[in-house]
């Protein structure tokens, strides 16, 4: 007999198929204003390689400008959508973390052995041939929070304008 794992068990439908991944509610996920879990969850990011952040992280935009000027552009931004800052980790690897107009910033995390992930959060790092990159979650982690009940419907509409936001800042 094959074992399935037993979170796959619980997801796999009478038809046999596993539920869709959008499907999937995530371990927890909860609005902080906390800076001891928003450093928990920007550490680990700003401390992996590029390899295994690969995994967690996507590049949304190139910015032609350096980090701390991208930096100051996107809080600029944030500001005037109505969002405010949460935390900066400045460096060659910054991270932004915003809070969202209804205070807090959402914090998922998809297993109990995983590393909170902030979908409001930017990664903000040097870019190879200069200027910066902006990384945020990956869309799988971001498709999980915007399908969570548990958000609120003015952070979801938040989160899925953040492309805009990026792009705002950087004309």
Request: hydrophobic fraction near 50%.
């Amino acid at each position: 007999m094959n074992k399935i794992p037993f979170v796959q068990h619980l997801r796999r439908l009478h038809s046999g198929v596993f539920a869709p991944f959008e499907a999937r509610r995530p371990f927890r996920l909860w609005m902080t204003g906390s800076l001891a879990v928003v450093m928990a969850a920007s550490i680990p990011i700003r401390d992996v390689d590029d390899v295994e952040r690969s995994g967690s992280m996507r590049v949304l935009r190139h910015s032609r400008l350096g980090v701390a000027e991208t930096l100051e552009r996107l809080e600029s931004a944030a500001r005037s959508a109505g969002l405010s800052t949460l935390a900066v980790m400045p460096g060659t690897r910054s991270v932004l973390v915003l809070a969202s107009s209804v205070g807090g910033t959402p914090v998922l995390m998809e297993r109990a052995d995983s590393i909170p992930t902030m979908p409001l959060g930017l990664l903000v790092r040097a870019g190879g041939a200069g200027g910066a990159d902006i990384l945020v979650p990956s869309m799988a982690m971001r498709r999980v929070a915007l399908a969570s009940p548990e958000l609120p419907q003015a952070v979801a509409d938040e989160l899925g304008k953040l492309p805009i936001l990026v792009d705002r800042a950087l004309t």
